[in-house]
């Protein structure tokens, strides 16, 4: 799909709107990049985080979760390359003092290109690009800026200064002034976290070879550009998972978690040709293989998750500035190693706007008689914040009751809402609105005969139930093992 940036704006509102996203400290005019998760973002958050640690942990037996600090030592990032290495080429307009990251100027042009039909113009400077990127070569970059002519989109000049790296890494003091104050980071990635565990979950878990240990956790980044929603922020959350394999068999496990990975994109229901793999042109400092895996947004193809092969680059880093043996005994060679590693590396923000982006629809449903349309989300149930809505047609004649009977039957096993007043039309709208897969409507005939009406979201459909069956029914729709 084209960038639509309508759809884009339309999705970031109508997550303002309905209580998923908001601004951070908005009060104060927000922060810049930082966002805060409301309360149906909040579940929806929480119900990918769910899914991908129970997809990791507990469906493959040989990966284990574990949950370490945000500080750490800071030689962890002396040593994972992070304080020479994670920065990214940047070039500054002379005239109005705006920064950019070379590769999103660029890539932005090649989109405009695009855009106007020129598809082998803007393959080109993609080309071009890649091949100087892995040549670090930032005066061949700058002038393929100023080749193209490439304008800084606030003063509209192409005033450029030369392309610099800056360190991504956010720094912060521990300890108060008048003790002895170190300089520490906040971590840009969870994966040291991870690697400097490695030892201590394979020797308590008596893991062996091939084993994996996954974490779910908040990063921090000074990202120089950073825009587009809660796709590129300064605070996030990954999910990342370090697979510890025999040295020389990275490229079968780096495909197999290729394969993988895409298993698990796909049974969240979106389908394939919404996905493709981008191979890294230029790898990054531990990697020996990597790509990503992009979804394509209404602001066209973007990476949701990292999947990279990065040999023993870490560990045997942190072995030398630790001193300490960072080894495993192999019992089938009889023989030490410090084991090569695949990572994978997936964005909780970023999944989450992905749901989004899939699930969002405006639906036109109008009729010869009157017009009408409703805006829909199409979450998967299991992703959906709110699984079951109880709605009594009347605040009266005992249906509230039955409606709160419903709700004690049903909250200890699934998310439900429960919600009395407004006409039944505008509930269903603001159940649609929040992706609520099901509907339960007490009337006066539930009274008599103890069924009510159940209200699909994606058809619209409405049929009669059993108040008994109401919990089976649903349960068995929302639940991860059900699809996803
Ligand atoms: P990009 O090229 O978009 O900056 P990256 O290649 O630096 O991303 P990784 O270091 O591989 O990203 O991080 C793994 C995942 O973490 C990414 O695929 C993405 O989903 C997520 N991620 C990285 N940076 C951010 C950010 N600033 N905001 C939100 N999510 C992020």
Request: aromatic letters at 12%; one cysteine or more; proline letters at 4%.
């Amino acid at each position: 799909m084209a960038a639509d940036n309508n759809r884009f704006q339309a999705i970031i509102s109508h997550c303002k709107e309905y209580g998923f996203i908001f601004p951070s400290s908005e009060i104060y005019d927000g922060l810049s990049a930082v966002y805060d998760y409301g309360q149906w973002g909040a579940e929806l958050k929480k119900n990918v985080k769910d899914y991908w640690w129970k997809s990791m942990t507990q469906m493959q037996e040989n990966i284990v979760g574990i949950d370490a600090a945000i500080f750490m030592h800071p030689t962890t990032w002396k040593a994972s390359g992070h304080v020479d290495n994670f920065s990214d080429p940047m070039i500054d307009n002379k005239d109005s003092k705006k920064r950019y990251r070379v590769d999103h100027l660029l890539e932005g042009y090649a989109d405009e290109l695009d855009a106007k039909g020129d598809k082998a113009g803007a393959e080109q400077v993609l080309k071009a690009m890649d091949a100087l990127l892995a040549a670090s070569d930032y005066a061949g970059l700058k002038k393929l800026i100023e080749d193209k002519n490439i304008p800084c989109s606030v003063s509209g000049t192409c005033n450029w200064t030369d392309v610099r790296q800056f360190n991504l890494m956010f720094s912060t003091q521990l300890g108060s002034v008048s003790e002895e104050a170190g300089e520490i980071y906040l971590r840009p990635e969870t994966a040291q976290g991870i690697f400097v565990n490695f030892l201590n979950v394979q020797k308590t878990g008596r893991m062996k070879i091939p084993f994996g240990i996954a974490q779910i956790g908040k990063a921090f980044r000074n990202e120089i550009v950073a825009r587009q929603f809660i796709f590129r922020m300064r605070e996030f959350e990954q999910m990342e998972m370090q697979f510890f394999i025999r040295p020389g068999t990275q490229k079968e496990w780096y495909e197999y978690w290729k394969a993988e990975r895409l298993k698990w994109h796909l049974s969240l229901g979106i389908p394939e040709a919404r996905y493709r793999f981008h191979d890294h042109a230029k790898l990054a400092h531990y990697a020996d293989a990597a790509c990503d895996i992009e979804y394509d947004f209404p602001i066209g193809f973007k990476e949701v998750e990292g999947i990279h092969s990065r040999t023993d680059f870490d560990l045997r880093n942190h072995q030398e500035y630790s001193r300490k043996k960072l080894q495993y005994h192999d019992p089938e060679l009889n023989k030490s190693y410090v084991p090569y590693v695949i990572e994978t590396s997936i964005g909780v923000d970023r999944t989450v706007m992905m749901l989004l982006c899939e699930a969002y629809a405006e639906e036109d449903l109008s009729t010869e008689e009157k017009k009408d349309s409703r805006v829909v989300l199409k979450l998967p149930p299991a992703m959906a914040p709110v699984k079951l809505a109880v709605l009594p047609l009347l605040k009266k004649d005992g249906l509230p009751e039955i409606g709160k009977e419903i709700m004690n039957a049903c909250k200890p096993y699934f998310k439900c809402f429960y919600e009395e007043k407004d006409a039944i039309g505008k509930r269903y709208r603001r159940m649609d609105a929040i992706g609520t897969p099901f509907c339960v409507t007490i009337d006066h005939q539930s009274k008599e005969d103890g069924t009510v009406t159940i209200r699909y979201r994606d058809s619209m459909q409405q049929e009669r139930i059993s108040i008994a069956d109401i919990r089976k029914t649903i349960e068995k729709q929302v639940s991860f093992s059900a699809g996803v």
